[in-house]
């Protein structure tokens, strides 16, 4: 098996991954606060750490990969954007959780093992912070409890900048209860028409960083193999993360590999609502583009450097998927059994240097559309297609009669007379989209998505509880 090598934000160099524990690999990843669509910079760390999931499940087993993406339902943002509609916040979370999910779904990528939401742990952040007041980490002040990083020696290794830097990069209140200018709010009150919990410094609510920290040792355990987010997020979240877990752990540290994927930009610039130049996934994919030409897209520079998104990368992204998906469907050579070849997982491996994988690609493209004999055709076909799956890149997946079967079987509780060409994972992405659709009353959309899967040959069925089931016509 190839060595696995990430890079390590924590130790500035490419680390030989070695999981504590190889039938449970652990890793979590920053998710979205629920408030609005998801931009495409969003997307770039959903897509990124898909793709480490895909290759670390590829190694360890499906099984053996617990992955856990949080969603951040409790907010400044999503309070105001509930005050605005005049709806509970919960109106806007799970608005937001679906067009989430079906955004990411369309970009191919796949479910968290978990998906915890902040609103439901805070009985284990409550919990944590008594723990850091216990132990003299924190304390609480005015209605608030707040860490004290003066308690943590190791606080800025992350980050690695000095303390003054620190305090001004984290633009923190200095507020009057604080002992020191740096030190963040683990709980912050709530007023009389806000959401809030009872805890013992008042009615109120978590700070944004404690989540985290109480959603990893509730799913994952105390010391976790890999911790990703966006490079925004190094400091002061991952920071605060690493300093308020040490400390409440006794000082075991909260990952052993630190990743982070690098910024996106449009057309150089920033992106930034202020500009005016963000754009959502739903957008693009509005725009007629695939959801696997955004994803490529997003794939083509490595990702821990900057990517500049731009009407010229989109249109090269769609030019090399449909190079390689033209290729599959020129040939009539039969599908074999095929590894991914050792140079794509080598690649991958190096700290998943997805740039170097499609140049692979590239070039078992080329041995499909010049091969001599069927048995090279087959077999550069088929590789071709066994990358496409580990890359996420679903037009590149052949159709599998035995597992079309199979899943529909399992799905609707018997054998189906006639096999229909669309997965399963396909028709639950397009149900979620729809029922996104349906949650933001674009009724037209929410049709439209309905009679495409019953062209398809699938029906839906609303039922009474608001989920929805499907059945072969």
Known sequence: MTDIRLYNTLTRQKDVFTPDDKNRVTMYVCGPTVYNRAHIGNARPAVVFDVLFRLLRHTYGENAVHYARNFTDIDDKIMAAAQAEGVPIETITKRYEDFYRADMGALGVQRPTYEPRATEHVEQMVAMIAALIEKGAAYAADGHALFDITKDADYGTLSRRPMDEMI?????????????????????PSAADQPGWDSPWG????????????????????????????????????????AQSRCAHDGAPLANIWMHNGFLSMDKEKMSKSLGNVVTVGELLEQDHKGETLRLALLMAHYRQPLDWNDRLIAQAKAMLDGFANAIRSSDAPYVDA??????????????????????????RKDLTTAGSEAEASKAKSELQAIGELLGLGSLMK???????????????????????????????????????????????????????????????????????????
């Open 399 to 473: 159709p599998i009669k035995a597992q079309v079967n199979s899943a529909l079987e399992s799905y609707i509780g018997h054998a189906p007379t006639v096999i229909i060409q669309i997965s399963q994972e396909v028709v639950q992405n397009l149900i979620v989209a729809r029922s996104a659709a349906k949650a933001a009353k674009n009724w037209a959309e929410a049709d439209r998505i309905r009679d495409q899967l019953k062209a398809e040959g699938v029906i839906l069925e609303d039922r009474p509880d608001g989920t929805t089931v499907w059945r072969r016509a």
């Open 168 to 188: 001004a990069g984290a633009r923190v209140e200095v507020a009057p209860y604080k002992k020191n200018p740096g030190d963040f709010v683990l709980w912050k």
């Open 339 to 364: 590894d991914v070849p050792a140079a794509v997982l080598e690649a991958l491996a190096d700290d998943l240097n997805t740039p170097a994988v499609l140049a692979e690609m590239q070039k078992v």
């Open 203 to 242: 009615r109120g609510r978590p700070g944004w960083h404690i989540e985290c920290s109480a959603m990893i040792e509730a799913h994952l355990g105390t010391t976790i193999d890999i911790h990703g987010g966006g490079l925004d997020l190094q400091f002061p979240h991952h920071e605060n993360e690493c």
